[in-house]
């Protein structure tokens, strides 16, 4: 006589953030994601005894709980897997951007990339992996410019005018276009936490000549809306 064990089937649960958005939230596990507008994280609803796997699309910031015996997975798509035992890191990994972000605020983690190399970081270290090419590169970064944003701040630290674009683009949910028709290259240094992006983009001009026009958002057939529309200049 013989006993079975019984199949499994785990259950999966999914938070969605809406672009504009910032939302903290607490794991089966006790760890907690801070996760940045736009982005999505599946995990199951109990963990296993022998790991923990999540799966991330967009960016996050982790507090992971130690458990020696239960490594935490962070899975990116066409990207890396981090994972680590216990610490805070941010992974950003947007499925529309080249690159794959990792980011290591205190303790250590492990960076398993698409080829299976493993790569340690220490704190204060970034891992930047290209989607495109498997090319890796690591650095030393200022860990709060890039975890600010659970704060509600927006720190640039010499940013290109794309770069700031594109991250006001999903801090404030709307569709920012610009074109660069002095084919010049400005970089900033600047904090906002509470200015509008009227005000942000008044604090560019500054520096540069940059014109914008303002779309509304536009009721479609569906009667969903279409995003507010900035199309924004350099001469």
């Known amino acids: 006589m013989y006993f079975r064990t019984p199949t499994v089937h785990e259950k999966y649960a999914e938070v969605a953030v809406a672009a ?14 801070w996760l940045n507008a736009g ?14 796997n999540v799966e991330l ?4 910031y982790f507090e992971v709980q130690a458990d020696r015996e239960r490594p935490f997975y962070v899975h990116t798509p066409d990207g890396p897997s ?32 698409p080829n299976r190399e493993t790569l340690s970081l220490l704190p ?12 890796w590169s690591r650095s030393q970064v200022d860990v709060y410019e890039k975890v600010a944003w659970k704060d509600g701040k927006l720190i640039f630290r010499n940013a290109t005018l794309e770069d700031i674009f594109k991250r006001l683009a999903r801090h404030f949910n709307v569709e920012i276009v610009f074109n660069n028709h002095a084919q010049k290259e400005y970089r900033y240094r600047a904090t906002f936490r509470d200015e509008t992006l009227a005000q942000i983009l008044d604090y560019l001009a500054r520096s540069a000549t940059l014109k914008w026009k303002i779309e509304e958002a536009a009721q479609q057939p569906d009667d969903t809306f279409t995003k507010k529309k900035i199309t924004v200049d350099l001469y």
């Open 57 to 60: 699309s967009g960016e996050a």
């Open 124 to 135: 204060g270290e970034q891992l930047l992996y290209t989607r495109a090419t498997g090319e």
């Open 39 to 52: 982005s999505r994280l599946r995990y199951p609803t109990v963990f296993r005894s022998d790991n923990r």
């Open 82 to 113: 981090v994972y680590v035992y216990g610490t805070k890191f941010n992974v950003a990994a947007y499925e529309g951007d080249d690159c794959v972000e990792t980011v290591l605020e205190q303790g250590k983690v492990n960076v398993v990339i």
């Open 20 to 33: 504009g958005s910032v939302v903290r939230y607490e794991l089966p596990d006790g760890s907690v994601a």
